[in-house]
C-alpha cells in the first residue's frame, strides 16, 4: 500500500510540474515580458523539481532550488502576458450557473476527507479531490481543456514565487529539528524562565509558538521545535497534560500565522490573486483577532492543562 500511495503522489507532483513547465513556455513565448529568461527559467526548474526531482541526484536539486533563489532575489521573476477574464462572458456564466460554482468547491473537501479515512490517506485524498473537483467545475461550467490551462497559468503568474513558500518553510522546519535549534531555545529560556513557574512556562510556550509560526510561516513546522525546547521541559514537565498543552500550542502558533507574510497560503495568496495594492492589508485585518486570541490561549493553557 505504501508503494502505491508513493506512486499517486509521484503521478500529481509530475502532474504539478508539468503545469510548471508549460507556464515557463508561454512566458518564454512573450516577447514583450520585462523579464521573460529569468522568468521562464525560474518556472522551467521549478517545472523539473516538482516532475524530476526524485529521479535526479538530490544535491541537483538543491542548486536548482538555490538557483531559483537567486532568481527571485534579484526580481528577474514577474508576472507576463495572460489570458485575460472576458469580463461579460464571466457576468453571463455567473447568472447562469448561480451558487452552483461553489458545487466543485465543497465536492473537493468532502471527497479529501472521506479518502482521508481510508488506506490512501490525506494526502492523496486531496490530489485526488482536486481532480474530481477540477472535472466536475470543467462539466458545470462546459469549460475547454484550454481554458483549464490557461486559467492554471493565471494563477501559477497570479501567485508567482510565493506558492513555493510552504513547501521551503517546511523543509526548514525539518532542518531546523535535525539541527538541535530545539534544544538551543530550551537552554536559552532556562534562563529566563523560573523554574516551577507554570504562568510564565505557558506564557513562553503560547508566545515561542507565536513567533516561531512567524518565522516559519507554519505552525507544524514551529511546532516540533518549540514543544521540545519549551513545552516539554517548562509546561509538561510541571504537570501540565500533554494533550491539552499540545492542542493548546498547535491553535496558538496559528494565531502567529494570521500576523506573518511567510504563511504565504493564508497572507501573501490573497494579496496576489485579489491584486490588492496594500501587500499587508489581510495581515492588519487579522492582527487585532490573533492578539485577542493569543491572550485567550494562555489562560485557556493555564487552567485546563493543570
Excluded at 26 to 36: D, E, L, S, Y
Excluded at 47 to 73: E, Q, S
Excluded at 249 to 268: D, E, Q, V, W
Aim: hydrophobic share 55%.
Amino acid at each position: 500500500m505504501e508503494a502505491i500511495i508513493n506512486n499517486i503522489l509521484e503521478f500529481f507532483y509530475i502532474l504539478i510540474g508539468l503545469l510548471s513547465i508549460m507556464t515557463a513556455v508561454r512566458v518564454f513565448k512573450g516577447a514583450t515580458h520585462p523579464t521573460r529568461l529569468g522568468t521562464a527559467t525560474f518556472w522551467l526548474l521549478l517545472g523539473i523539481v516538482f516532475a524530476f526531482g526524485n529521479f535526479i541526484p538530490y544535491i541537483i536539486d538543491g542548486i536548482i532550488i538555490i538557483c531559483m533563489g537567486v532568481l527571485t532575489f534579484f526580481k528577474q521573476v514577474r508576472i507576463g502576458k495572460i489570458v485575460d477574464v472576458d469580463e461579460q462572458k464571466a457576468e453571463q456564466a455567473a447568472e447562469r450557473i448561480g451558487s452552483k460554482i461553489f458545487i466543485p468547491c465543497i465536492s473537493l473537501a468532502v471527497i479529501a476527507v472521506a479518502i482521508s479515512y481510508t488506506p490512501l490517506g490525506g494526502q492523496v485524498g486531496i490530489g485526488i479531490a482536486s481532480v474530481l473537483a477540477l472535472i466536475l467545475a470543467m462539466v458545470l461550467t462546459s469549460a475547454k481543456p484550454k481554458t483549464v490551462l490557461d486559467d492554471s497559468d493565471r494563477m501559477f503568474q497570479q501567485v508567482g514565487t510565493a506558492g513555493i513558500l510552504p513547501q521551503l518553510l517546511a523543509a526548514l522546519g525539518v532542518i531546523f529539528n535535525a539541527a538541535g535549534v530545539g534544544e538551543v531555545i530550551s537552554h536559552g529560556i532556562s534562563g529566563v524562565v523560573p523554574e516551577g513557574n507554570r504562568l510564565i512556562g505557558v506564557i513562553a510556550y503560547c508566545l515561542g509558538m507565536v513567533l516561531f509560526t512567524m518565522i516559519m510561516g507554519n505552525g507544524f513546522a514551529a511546532f516540533t521545535v518549540i514543544t521540545a525546547g519549551i513545552g516539554v521541559p517548562f509546561v509538561i514537565a510541571q504537570g501540565g497534560d500533554p494533550v491539552v498543552a499540545g492542542a493548546l500550542a498547535m491553535t496558538a502558533g496559528f494565531c502567529g500565522t494570521l500576523l506573518t507574510p511567510m504563511a504565504a497560503n493564508f497572507n501573501a495568496l490573497p494579496v496576489a490573486l485579489l491584486e490588492m495594492k496594500n501587500s499587508n492589508a489581510v495581515i492588519k485585518t487579522q492582527a487585532p483577532i490573533a492578539v485577542l486570541l493569543i491572550v485567550i490561549h494562555i489562560g485557556l493553557m493555564y487552567f485546563w492543562a493543570f
